[in-house]
């Protein structure tokens, strides 16, 4: 067969190794926490999240993050932590390993989490949830704050006893 001149050749693709494609697709970048090393940003596709996509096989997507922990350490976790708190870093040295709790305590405790009022399903704003605990306190009973706040008895008692909304202050 004959194609007349070198550009009307078909291309031929050679596979590459992962580990060189993936370390081609990373920047550094001076982390928030100086203290733990420069970030690695990610610079290929990203999720809605900010978290990058890594293809590792012809249709199998995996986070980036991800795959760089996996590749570094030879574990399969369920949740890869970001100590530098940056989606699309992917620096082994700023990954670990955890659990669901550990995730969601990150979260929180660097106030990622939707809680308080800023929750999408909050009908009361921290004013409100401070309010009445002040009434509760004065002697008025949890039936007479659910009708008066128009929330369920139960979630009345809760926000008073602490179990739900337990600091209004600090979640605006």
């Known amino acids: 067969m004959h194609y007349g ?5 078909p291309r031929v693709y050679t596979k590459r190794a992962p580990e060189d494609r993936f370390w081609e697709k990373t920047e550094p970048r001076p982390c928030r926490y100086p203290d733990i090393g420069d970030c690695l940003i990610w610079t290929g596709a ?35 932590l970001h100590a530098c708190d940056t989606p699309p870093c992917v620096n082994p040295l700023h990954l ?5 709790r550990q995730n969601s305590a990150d979260r929180d ?23 009445m605990r002040t009434r509760h306190a004065a002697g008025e ?15 009345a008692k809760a926000i008073i006893a602490g179990r739900k909304r337990r600091s209004p202050a600090s979640s605006g």
């Open 46 to 80: 990203v999720d809605k999240n900010g978290y990058g996509l890594f293809q590792i096989e012809s249709r199998r997507t995996i986070r980036a993050h991800r795959w760089a922990h996996e590749s570094a350490t030879g574990e399969t976790p369920k949740y890869v």
């Open 5 to 9: 001149s070198m550009e009307a050749m």
């Open 141 to 155: 009973s949890a039936y007479a704050l659910h009708k008066a706040y128009a929330i369920s008895y139960s979630q």
């Open 96 to 100: 670990s390993s955890g659990t669901a």
């Open 109 to 131: 405790s660097r106030g990622r989490g939707a809680s308080g009022e800023r929750h999408y399903a909050a009908k009361l704003s921290d004013e409100q949830v401070a309010e």
